[in-house]
């Protein structure tokens, strides 16, 4: 079994996978501080809860943007799971050619995400993904990566408002009744949650404006949310990341893809 890592700075997201099947997928919250023992203990037990066991791991694929977890990944993996983890960056095959000015700066997520929506939907296609930033992700119909753009996250910028005004204060992320808010919660809301269904309609129309007709693909802890209030988004997949790891993972395996490079 081969289990894939998606390291976020707010969330960490992980798969086992089964040849090509999904056999479980968790998301837990990014902890920094906690060391590839304590990362190992919570892994086990989500195991456990599946009827998994650590033995039958044979593979690791990691994709992280957090460079200090990703040590504790690769120490947990070499130490937990006898495994080498496959380390998405620099020399690695992602069978995407990347047309970013700079290649290395391109997060491993985005290129999974990439390489996951050309062979899953085809191009071309625009990947949405919320996290902690919002990033929208542009694949041509041969699935190159022609670039993007990288907006707040819903969470961190609604955390900013709350921080930064000193008569706001924390809301609840839920729909309001109506855009014209009739107390301050409902027009936090409206702001937060309608504002950002703009943000996407808005960037999705210049993407298109520039590329011409393409697919949209949300993936994120929030795609659902936003895309229950607008027609733009066709198909939410939250295995989108992780799909993208296995394939790199198989692509390095056999060494049958075209190089490419990460961030």
């Not at 022609?146 to 900013?160: N, Y």
């Amino acid at each position: 079994m081969l289990l894939a890592v998606d390291i976020g700075n707010t969330n960490i997201v992980l798969g086992v996978y089964r040849g090509a099947e999904q056999v479980a997928q968790w998301r837990i919250t990014t902890e920094a501080h906690r060391m590839s023992d304590e990362h190992a203990i919570v892994l086990r037990n989500l195991f456990e809860f599946r009827g998994l066991r650590f033995d039958q791991v044979t593979g690791v694929v990691l994709g992280s943007g957090v460079p200090p977890l990703t040590v504790t990944f690769e120490e947990l993996s070499r130490r937990y799971l006898h495994c080498e983890p496959l380390v998405v960056g620099p020399g690695v095959k992602t069978g995407v050619r990347i047309l970013y000015e700079n290649p290395r700066e391109v997060g491993a997520d985005r290129i999974a995400n990439a390489l996951a929506v050309h062979r899953l939907y085809g191009g071309p296609a625009i990947v949405v993904d919320f996290g902690t930033a919002t990033t929208f992700d542009a694949v041509a119909a041969n699935g190159d990566y022609l670039g993007g753009a990288i907006a707040p996250g819903i969470t961190i910028a609604a955390e900013a408002l709350f921080q930064r005004a000193s008569r706001l204060w924390r809301v609840e992320l839920a729909r309001p009744r109506t855009a014209i808010g009739r107390n301050t919660v409902g027009a936090m809301q409206a702001g937060i949650l309608f504002g950002y269904v703009g943000l996407v309609e808005g960037l999705v129309a210049r993407f298109q404006a520039e590329m011409g007709p393409a697919r949209v693909i949300a993936t994120g802890g929030l795609a659902d949310v936003i895309a229950r209030e607008t027609s733009i988004v066709e198909v939410v997949d939250q295995r989108l990341t992780l799909e993208g790891l296995r394939l790199i993972y198989e692509l390095n395996r056999t060494g049958d893809a075209d190089d490419g490079a990460t961030g």
